[in-house]
Every structure is written in C-alpha cells, then in structure tokens.
C-alpha cells in the first residue's frame, strides 16, 4: 500500500490542487471540508478522492475525524494543514468574533489535527507534516492581524515539531505562498488586484498548482534532510 495523505480544507483552491497533486503522485488521499458540500461532492465526483466533512477549529471533532480517514483510507503519513479563512479588518474595528473565528481556523487547527496523527507516525517512523502559511505571515499586511498572527504562528509550529520529530523520522515544513489565484482573491478590487501584481517581480499571481507541487516534493521519502523550514513561493515579492 502507498502512502496515505489528508489535506485539510482539500476539497477547493489550493487545498484541491495539493489533493489532486498528491493523488496523482501516487498517494492514497483524503480530503477535509467545512461547509461547502456542493463544492466537496463535485470535487470527489471529479477526483475520486473521499472527502470527510468536520470543524477542523474543534478538537474532539478532529479526533473523530482523523480516526474515521484512518479506518477508510489508512494510517495517515502525510498532513497537509491547509484549512483556512480570512476576516478582515483593522485593529480598531476588529471584533472578538473576527480574530477568533481566523485563529481557531487558521492556527488551532494545525495543533487539533497534527496532534491526532503524531503519535502514529512515531510509531511508523515516518512522517510528513507540511502547513500551509503565507507571505502575509513573513510580512505582515494592514487589516490582516490575525490572519497574520495565524499565519505566523504556523511557522513557529512547525520549527517546534521539526525539532522534536528529526529522530523519529518525521519532518515538519511550511510553504509560505504568495498571492494566488484562488477564492480568498475572488472580490478584491481590481485597482487593489493591479497594485498587489504590481508588487510581485514576476508579474502575476501564483497558481495553486505551483503550490501543489511544492508540497508534493516535501512530501516525498527522498525529502527526509529537509525539516524546520519555510519554503518561500511568491514570485520574487519577499526573499525569506
């Protein structure tokens, strides 16, 4: 049996396109969801990758979930942390609800779902543990402060677990995409879209496929001397 792989929020964007990349790369994968069934069913009837539906913000609901991707699919040996979401605004006029709602998505869960798949690795003596974060946790953005904070934070998660999965055959690596062609872009004005491309050396936006592709190359058995870093993908906007 190949490797089995579960990418949070996996079933849109880049999660889908780190699904379908994994897939084709030979992994058995499934993919979590929040809320958008129509997105998710039109994805597994495309792909044929089994799709699980839960709160990956919720602890327990994690561990029901991640126990139920075990029992259909197999032992996980790849983790994609990839759920998230945006609640913008600045500092003045952010509400509680705001930062917690991107927190618990964005952040928590990393911890939530990493936590569950941990000690399986351990014992198998393999795993890959890779986050999604983003430029926007390196550099900072006005009216993303918790966006930023989770995105951040990701990256001081994974150098943490790099550190203490290294003996046990385990590496932990954030991706840090740039702008990407993707939902969370879908109503950004055109003359904020124009300023944000003008920003980037290379002149457009990434596509979620050269995410994907990164995640598949840190994902891989011959990837094993690569832990604790951040792999910068932006199209030359920020050097890490």
Known sequence: MGRVALVTGGTRGIGAACSKGLKDAGYSVAATYAGNDDAANAFKKETGIPVFKWDVGDYQACEQGVAAVENEVGPIDVLVNNAGISRDATLHKMTEEQWNQVIRTNLDSVFNVSRQVINGMRERGFGRIISISSINGQQGMMGLSNYCAAKAGMIGFTRAIALEGARKGITANA??????????????????????????????????????????????????????????????????
């Open 175 to 240: 991706i840090a995409p740039g702008y990407v062609a993707t939902e969370l872009l879908a109503n950004v004005p055109e003359k904020v879209m124009d300023h944000i491309v003008g920003q980037i050396p290379v002149g457009r936006l990434g596509e979620a496929e050269e995410v994907a592709r990164c995640v598949v190359f840190l994902a891989a058995d011959e990837s094993a001397w690569i832990t604790g870093t951040t792999l910068t993908i932006n199209g030359g906007q920020l050097s890490d």
